[in-house]
């Protein structure tokens, strides 16, 4: 299965402020989508990263908030702008094979709080 | 949409007994995964059902997927203290995302 590298694996920010998660795979991925877990909370799906186009975004997430860029194969990053104390989250990316069978690889992920 | 419900929320378990959880969609899935989060860690897959009353085995774990496929449980034998975590399962309904069940937390009582 793929490795994926998350950067940064924590940070405390400043409300207003943006912050850019990365994730760098080992290898060539179809699929990449970006979570949130909340603490103590299942991960919900914020949207998958399309190589070369815009990212398809889940019901109540909005490009605006979490733009996310993916240039090839291998990286995207994941941007939470303007935080909020709401946004303190965990941030994962993950990766999978078309058809989602095998199982997704998911990132160590990264634990965000605003103050 | 699709919803994927888990139940029991929360599983305190004495070690060495066993136990069921269980998962159960509003929607056919074309195959159900289970996955474990270690408290402070990410979610790591564990296994998928693809067909219809399947039942799989990895050493103390067994995972069915109903014949409906609607419904899947993972039951754990001889509970140790390294099987606590949260068990979550996902299912994609369509398509290539991942759907994941509210979670069970395992806690192991020495």
């Known amino acids: 299965s793929a490795v994926i590298s998350q950067k940064p694996s924590r940070d405390i920010c400043q409300r207003g402020t943006s912050l850019t998660i990365q994730c760098q795979v080992d290898?060539?991925?179809?699929?990449m989508f970006w979570y949130r877990q909340q603490p103590g909370q299942s991960l919900t799906l914020i949207a998958t990263?399309?190589?070369?186009?815009?990212?398809?975004?889940e019901s109540g997430f909005v490009i605006d908030k979490f733009p996310i860029s993916r240039p090839n194969l291998t990286f995207s990053t994941l941007t939470v702008s303007n935080m909020s104390p709401e946004d303190s989250s965990i941030y994962l990316c993950?990766?999978?094979?078309?058809?989602?069978?095998?199982?997704?690889?998911f990132g160590s992920g990264t634990r965000l709080t605003v103050v | 949409g699709q919803q994927v419900m888990q139940i029991p929320q929360y599983q305190h378990v004495q070690e060495g007994e066993d136990f069921t959880t269980y998962c159960n969609s509003s929607?056919?899935?074309?195959?159900i995964q289970w996955y474990k989060q270690r408290p402070g860690g990410h979610p790591v897959f564990l296994i998928q059902?693809?067909?219809?009353?399947e039942v799989k085995k990895q050493k103390r774990l067994t995972f069915q997927f109903g014949e409906a496929k609607k419904n899947s449980s993972l039951h754990i034998t001889a509970t140790q203290t390294t099987d606590v975590g949260t068990y979550f399962c996902?299912?994609?309904?369509?398509?290539?995302?991942?759907?994941f069940g509210g979670g069970t937390r395992v806690l192991v009582k020495p």
């Open positions: 993950s990766v999978g094979r078309a058809g989602g069978y095998y199982g997704y690889t």
């Open positions: 290898s060539q991925v179809t699929m």
């Open positions: 990263a399309n190589q070369g186009s815009e990212a398809t975004y």
């Open positions: 929607t056919t899935l074309s195959n």
């Open positions: 059902l693809v067909k219809s009353g």
């Open positions: 996902a299912g994609p309904p369509a398509g290539n995302k991942l759907t």
